[in-house]
């Protein structure tokens, strides 16, 4: 059977569902700048508040969009980067709020969405936009100066609003971002410093996911140690579920992958093993273990699941990691996987109308709600229309720029 890895054919597929894609989310521009979050029909969901993780995916993904040569992406970026520059941009204290609800922003400063402006930095400037250079610098400043541990190797959570006061909780998902900004922004800036400081944030994540059966645990407390029963009551959570979430096995699968081709002296064989190891028990525990196909958002620390949902993402970054393993170690396994879950994309999850990828569905791949409503942004499934095609180092809009 034909690898679609290596098929023209199926390049050719991918780059046109990248850019309907593109094409889907082109409403996405705030007035006054910024990014809104969509509703299931592409268009603004206006009774959200202004969000940062939002705006700047949205700087990122319509960056590459750019980068690409897709028309009118240049305007939608430099529209939600314009959102950094003023509404969500914390001029007294520094940084990003996580939100501005109407003209009052919510408490905190989130990790998650100060990586995510590294990337939305570094994926401006390689597009040319005007701006793109400055939020990168300003980003970078604020996450060495407030976000980022070095005694530890590790990427500190959330502060308060005026960095005061740091929140006594450690967790993965920020540091997971984290890494794929710092291969970012060392394509970007030439810095290596960025390699080592994402070298440190893997190898204590691979001792984590060794000392767990290949089970990665998301939440730490303050010393960094492991909290395994960490919002046992709300399991369902959208940032911090209770259990293993399969999804970012995947994804930190493949950012070791990213890692392990990047110019840095590393254990790669060691770091190999670890990605493989992470698809191989994500599939194991994730793929159909309720007998219906797709993969469950969280599983217990037996493996058992505990959200059977099937979302969206989780998918988008099986199919990533499947892809850059395939290319990595050449195993046949991987392309046949690749193979299926597009398939199975094609079949449950992305809408034939429009190309878009319905977000969440229940464990009979019906519909559903309880996690996610709408389809807030493009990040994840656009990537995985492009991931698949280029280098595994340097990261998308480096990759890109450089032709």
């Not at 998650?112 to 590294?118: E, S, T």
């Not at 500190?156 to 984290?178: K, Q, R, S, V």
């Not at 949902?309 to 991987?334: F, K, M, N, P």
């Not at 791949?365 to 280029?390: C, E, M, S």
Request: glycine share 10%.
């Amino acid at each position: 059977m034909q690898n679609w890895l290596t098929s023209p054919t199926h390049h050719a597929w991918l780059r046109r569902h990248a850019v309907d894609l593109l094409v889907f989310g082109h409403r996405s521009g705030r007035q006054g700048g910024g990014a809104h979050w969509l509703d299931d029909d592409g268009a603004p969901d206006t009774t959200r508040p202004h969000q940062t993780w939002i705006t700047t995916r949205t700087v990122h993904v319509y960056g590459v969009g750019a980068l690409l040569g897709v028309p009118g992406c240049a305007d939608v970026a430099a529209t939600a980067l314009a959102g950094l520059e003023g509404p969500l941009r914390d001029a007294t204290n520094g940084g990003w709020y996580n939100a501005v609800d109407g003209d009052t922003p919510t408490d905190g400063k989130w990790c998650y969405d100060h990586v995510f402006a590294i990337l939305a930095g570094a994926t401006a400037g390689h597009a040319g936009l005007p701006g793109g250079r400055e939020l990168y610098d300003d980003a970078t400043t604020v996450f060495l100066d407030h976000f980022w541990d070095d005694e530890a190797g590790l990427c500190l959570d959330t502060w308060d609003t005026a960095f005061d006061e740091l929140e006594p909780y450690g967790g993965l998902n920020a540091n997971m971002h984290g890494v794929e900004a710092m291969l970012s922004a060392a394509a970007y800036s030439g810095d290596d410093a960025w390699l080592d400081r994402a070298e440190r944030v893997c190898r204590f994540v691979v001792g984590q996911a060794e000392a767990n059966d290949w089970r990665l645990p998301e939440h730490y407390d303050s010393r960094w140690t492991a909290v395994l029963d960490y919002n046992r009551d709300r399991p369902a959570d959208q940032f911090k579920p209770y259990g293993s979430t399969v999804g970012h096995s995947f994804e930190w699968a493949r950012l070791l992958v990213h890692l392990v081709n990047a110019p840095i002296d590393t254990d790669r064989s060691r770091l190999t093993d670890a990605a493989c190891r992470l698809f191989d028990r994500a599939v194991a525990d994730g793929w159909g273990p309720d007998g219906a196909p797709g993969f469950v958002y969280t599983v217990d620390w037996d493996g058992t699941p505990v959200v059977r949902d099937r979302l969206w993402w989780v998918l988008a970054e099986a199919i990533s990691a499947a892809a850059v393993l395939h290319h990595q170690t050449g195993e046949a396994l991987y392309a046949d996987r690749y193979r299926r879950w597009w398939d199975h994309a094609a079949t449950h999850h992305i809408d034939p109308v429009d190309a878009s990828w319905r977000h969440q569905l229940d464990h009979a791949n019906r519909p559903a709600t309880t996690v996610w409503t709408g389809k807030p942004d493009l990040y994840h499934v656009f990537q995985t229309a492009l991931i698949p095609t280029l280098p595994r180092y340097p990261m998308l809009a480096a990759a890109i720029d450089a032709g």
